[in-house]
C-alpha cells in the first residue's frame, strides 16, 4: 500500500476514533443530565411525601391529644361533682361537729 494511502487510512481512522469520542463525550453527559434530573425528581417526591407524612402524623397527634384533654376533663368534672356529693352528704355532720366545739368552748369560759 503506497504512503499517501497508509496517511489517508490514518487520518480518516483518527477523524473516526476523534467522532466517537466527541459522540461518547455528548453521550455521557446527556445520561449524566438525565441522572441529575431524576434525581431532583426523585428528591422533590421524596420530600413532598415527608411533608405529607409529617403533616398526618401531626394531625393525628392533635387529634389524640384533643380526645386525651376531653377525656381528662371529663374525668375530672365526674370527680369535682362525686366530691362535691360526698361534701353535701357532710354538711349536717360537720355543721353538728362546729356547733359542738363551739359549745364546748362556750362552756370551757365560763
Not at 445520561?31 to 431524576?38: D, H, L, P, S, V
Amino acid at each position: 500500500m503506497p504512503r499517501p494511502e497508509v496517511l489517508e487510512r490514518l487520518q480518516s481512522a483518527e477523524e473516526e476514533a476523534d467522532e466517537i469520542v466527541a459522540s461518547a463525550e455528548e453521550d455521557r453527559d446527556e445520561r449524566i443530565t438525565a441522572a441529575r434530573e431524576e434525581a431532583d425528581s426523585i428528591r422533590s417526591t421524596a420530600e413532598r411525601e415527608a411533608r405529607e407524612l409529617k403533616e398526618r402524623r401531626l394531625e393525628e397527634a392533635r387529634e389524640e391529644i384533643d380526645a386525651e384533654c376531653e377525656r381528662l376533663l371529663a374525668e375530672g368534672e365526674g370527680d369535682r361533682e362525686a366530691l362535691a356529693e360526698r361534701a353535701e352528704s357532710r354538711i349536717d355532720e360537720v355543721t353538728s361537729h362546729v356547733v359542738e366545739l363551739f359549745q364546748e368552748d362556750v362552756h370551757a369560759q365560763t
